[in-house]
């Protein structure tokens, strides 16, 4: 038998991926880690700790190996069938919040696990929320993370393509983090994106396809004055403004990330 500090030592791993598994597996915090580190592992801890470090090893992301990911101070479930959420996103959840007037409705395309809706759900009691997917088991994740959370405002799930699924009324704000990465792009080889689910990754084409659906049926779907906010790649932000410029929208601009990288982009409907 080995203790967690022999095993934490002899991890092929980096010290915080080593941690963040084995206390996973041990259900024990960072400072428990520290503080017990004596502590002897039992022969079932120590092969599922060997298991996960192997898999890691492979390149299987760390969220799905824990089935956690942290997003906007939130501890999210994640599955394969979801992306993970990644802090870039939390500047579309600020926007959001800030451009959402009160007591107002709000709806999230392809939601995939829910973060946007569920940390959304979390700072605005006053709101509506609706989130929708095409995918069944995506939802499914959204709903789990929703009812983990006891949202203070319900959020309505909706199975469906962009549009196409939803009643015929309008929001005050859209958002979404589409699939935006161009089809064969070298990244979805690499790293995590090997393991998340390519059809929420990229459009198949040229990483606009979803921008074109979704910014051409805002208007249809907004009401007038709201908001359309959109996250997309890096060298991105040009090319969605300029779909958002070919529709009845005003105050078209982008949005910079932590990192100076345009973002968001967004417009409003005309009034």
């Excluded at 084995?22 to 960072?30: A, C, D, E, F, I």
């Excluded at 800030?98 to 999230?108: A, F, I």
């Excluded at 040009?238 to 070919?246: D, F, I, K, P």
Aim: hydrophobic share 40%; net charge negative; proline share 5%.
């Amino acid at each position: 038998m080995q203790s967690i500090a022999r095993q934490l030592s002899a991890t092929p791993l980096p010290a915080m991926e080593a941690r963040i598994l084995l206390m996973h597996v041990l259900g024990k915090t960072r400072i428990q880690l520290i503080t017990q580190s004596d502590t002897l592992l039992t022969d079932v801890e120590l092969r599922t700790y060997q298991t996960l470090v192997q898999r890691r090893i492979d390149g299987e992301p760390i969220a799905y190996l824990t089935g956690q990911r942290e997003f906007y101070g939130l501890n999210l479930t994640v599955t394969p069938d979801v992306l993970i959420p990644r802090a870039d996103t939390e500047l579309l959840v600020d926007l959001a919040l800030q451009y959402t007037p009160q007591h107002s409705t709000l709806l999230d395309l392809g939601t995939g696990s829910g973060a946007i809706a569920v940390a959304i759900a979390q700072q605005r009691s006053d709101l509506q929320l609706w989130a929708c997917d095409i995918s069944a088991a995506a939802l499914k994740v959204a709903q789990s993370n929703a009812d983990r959370y006891a949202s203070p405002c319900a959020i309505q799930f909706v199975l469906s393509d962009w549009y196409a699924g939803l009643p015929e009324r309008q929001w005050h704000t859209i958002v979404s983090n589409p699939p935006y990465i161009r089809q064969n792009d070298s990244h979805l080889s690499q790293g995590d994106l090997r393991f998340e689910p390519q059809n929420a990754l990229t459009d198949h084409a040229d990483g606009l396809s979803a921008y074109r659906t979704l910014i051409s049926g805002a208007p249809q779907r907004l009401m007038a004055g709201g908001w359309l906010l959109l996250e997309h790649g890096y060298d991105q932000a040009q090319a969605v403004r300029a779909l958002l410029a070919a529709q009845p929208f005003t105050q078209i601009q982008s949005w910079r990330d932590l990192a100076g990288i345009e973002r968001v982009s967004g417009a409003q409907l005309a009034v």
